[in-house]
C-alpha cells in the first residue's frame, strides 16, 4: 500500500501561482511513477503531469504546458507540482496518484493509488 496525502492548494487569483505538494508512505516511493491529476465540478478527471521514476522523464497536458512543473525529490518521498500563471479554468481538486509502471504515464487507468485531493480555486 501506498498513502498519498496532497497540500498546498488554496484561494489565489488568475495569474498568482501555487506549488502543491504530495507525500507518500507506505511502499518504496522511487518505485512509482507519479502524476497529478485533476476534477473540477461537474467534469471528468483529467490528466494534468506526470513524472518518471527517475524523475527524468516528465509529461504534461497541452492545457498547463509552460505554465506548470512537476518535479519530486525522492529522498524526501514527495512530488511538487509548481503552477504559475493560474487562470480560472485551472480551478479544481487536484488529486496526486502513484503507478507501478516503469515509465510516466497519462492514462488514469495505470495509476493504482490515489490521494484524496487538494482544492485550488483561481478567482478571475
Known amino acids: 500500500q501506498v498513502q498519498l496525502v496532497e497540500s498546498g492548494g488554496g484561494l489565489v487569483q488568475a495569474g498568482g501561482s501555487l506549488r502543491l505538494s504530495c507525500a507518500a508512505s507506505?511502499?518504496?516511493?522511487?518505485?512509482?511513477?507519479m502524476g497529478w491529476f485533476r476534477q473540477a465540478p461537474g467534469k471528468e478527471r483529467e490528466f494534468v503531469a506526470t513524472i518518471s521514476r527517475s524523475g527524468i522523464i516528465t509529461y504534461y497536458a497541452d492545457s498547463v504546458k509552460r505554465r506548470f512543473t512537476i518535479s519530486r525529490v525522492n529522498a524526501r518521498n514527495t512530488v511538487y507540482l509548481q503552477m504559475n500563471n493560474l487562470i480560472p479554468e485551472d480551478t479544481a481538486v487536484y488529486l496526486c496518484?502513484?503507478?507501478?509502471?516503469?515509465?510516466?504515464?497519462?492514462?488514469?487507468?495505470?495509476?493504482?493509488?490515489w490521494g484524496q485531493g487538494t482544492q485550488v480555486t483561481v478567482s478571475s
Open positions: 507506505g511502499r518504496t516511493f522511487s518505485n512509482y511513477a
Open positions: 496518484a502513484a503507478s507501478g509502471r516503469v515509465t510516466a504515464t497519462t492514462e488514469s487507468s495505470a495509476y493504482t493509488y
